[in-house]
């Protein structure tokens, strides 16, 4: 079985460091907002949701979702759709037991994923918190992916072609196994 994967990188990559506890603090106003912490748009309609995984499944092909503060999810974010996912700045960070399950975002569609402004950061037990399969079009434009477990990796590619644009940080924890595995 032959497997195709391809990674297209600038030549001037820039790492970037994330400063997980940074939030947006928010400025006080006489008017009433709903903050809450993903926003999904499509055709200029907006609606907000409190959870990643609520705003997953109610996204439509061609969504954008943003992301309105730092995220913390317990089970993996599994991208089958074409969407772009803009961090806004914001992070992922898995925590809890994902053995079962090791990426903290797993992207296995044959639709066009644009990821963008986001770090994704690995728990304890996620061998690779970014794992995009069988994806023939998928985007990261200015990303950080940081693994802390240190039997794994950062970042898996497999069966997938991926273009970076601006910039892509991948940070291991001592021990890794890999940065980038393709």
């Known amino acids: 079985v032959c497997m195709l994967a391809t990674v297209a990188v600038p030549t001037a990559i820039v790492s970037a460091t994330t400063?997980?506890?940074?939030?947006?603090?928010?400025t006080s106003s006489n008017q009433p907002?709903?903050?809450?912490?993903?926003?999904?748009?499509?055709?200029?309609?907006?609606?907000?949701?409190?959870?990643l995984e609520d705003a997953l499944a109610a996204a439509e092909e061609g969504s954008t979702i943003t992301l309105n503060e730092n995220i913390t999810v317990t089970q993996r974010v599994y991208i089958t759709k074409g969407i772009t996912l803009n961090g806004n700045g914001?992070?992922?960070?898995?925590?809890?037991?994902?053995?079962?399950?090791?990426?903290?975002?797993?992207?296995d569609t044959d639709n066009?994923?644009?990821?963008?402004?986001?770090?994704?950061?690995?728990?304890?037990?996620?061998?690779?918190?970014?794992?995009?399969?069988?994806?023939?079009?998928?985007?990261?434009?200015?990303?950080?992916?940081?693994?802390?477990?240190?039997?794994g990796g950062a970042m898996l590619?497999?069966?997938?072609?991926?273009?970076?644009?601006g910039n892509l940080s991948v940070s291991t924890a001592a021990g890794s196994w890999y940065g980038i595995n393709v």
């Open 19 to 26: 400063d997980t506890d940074a939030g947006d603090t928010g």
């Open 33 to 51: 907002t709903e903050q809450k912490a993903v926003t999904v748009t499509k055709d200029e309609n907006s609606v907000r949701f409190d959870s």
């Open 90 to 107: 914001h992070s992922i960070t898995g925590v809890g037991d994902f053995s079962s399950n090791p990426a903290v975002v797993l992207i």
């Open 112 to 151: 066009a994923v644009v990821l963008s402004n986001l770090s994704i950061i690995g728990g304890t037990s996620n061998k690779f918190p970014l794992n995009i399969y069988t994806s023939p079009n998928v985007t990261l434009n200015n990303v950080s992916v940081t693994n802390v477990f240190t039997n």
């Open 157 to 165: 590619v497999n069966a997938s072609s991926v273009t970076v644009t």
